[in-house]
């Protein structure tokens, strides 16, 4: 049983930094050793944020790109975001996924394409 539990998100002012952590576990699947980075705020559709195919190339999208980062440490098979230059446009809820279906490049920020999902953590920018 896949198990992904996001943690670090919260309330930052504009401008300010904050870095996401998405411990993973119950995987042996090759697939799904690639992860990424989603949001989703109210009303929208979720975003992809920032991929890592397997073989650690990675991608992002175009609104977080210069910003945020995306690293995973093997030893402890957790994943990171991190997230600087934070707008207000940013609030959402985070979540990060595996178990992707898929080739590197631009679907790594496809939400369809990943079969498992964490909780979700909630960063809230303010002016």
């Known amino acids: 049983q896949v198990q992904l539990v996001e943690s670090g998100g919260g309330a930052v002012e504009v401008g300010g930094s904050l870095r996401l952590s998405c411990a993973a576990s119950?995987?042996?699947?090759?697939?799904?050793?690639?992860m990424g980075w989603f949001r989703q705020a109210p009303g929208k559709e979720r975003e992809g944020l920032a991929g890592?195919?397997?073989?650690?190339?990675?991608t992002y999208g175009d609104s977080v790109s210069g910003r945020f980062t995306i690293s995973k440490d093997n030893a402890k098979s957790t994943l990171y975001l991190q997230m600087t230059n934070l707008k207000p446009e940013d609030t959402a809820r985070y979540y990060c996924?595996?178990?992707?279906?898929?080739?590197?490049?631009?679907?790594?920020?496809?939400?369809?394409?990943?079969?498992?999902w964490g909780q979700g953590t909630q960063v809230t920018v303010s002016s």
């Open positions: 996924a595996t178990g992707f279906s898929g080739s590197a490049g631009s679907q790594l920020l496809q939400s369809a394409r990943w079969n498992y």
């Open positions: 119950g995987y042996t699947q090759r697939s799904i050793y690639s």
């Open positions: 890592m195919y397997r073989d650690g190339w990675t």
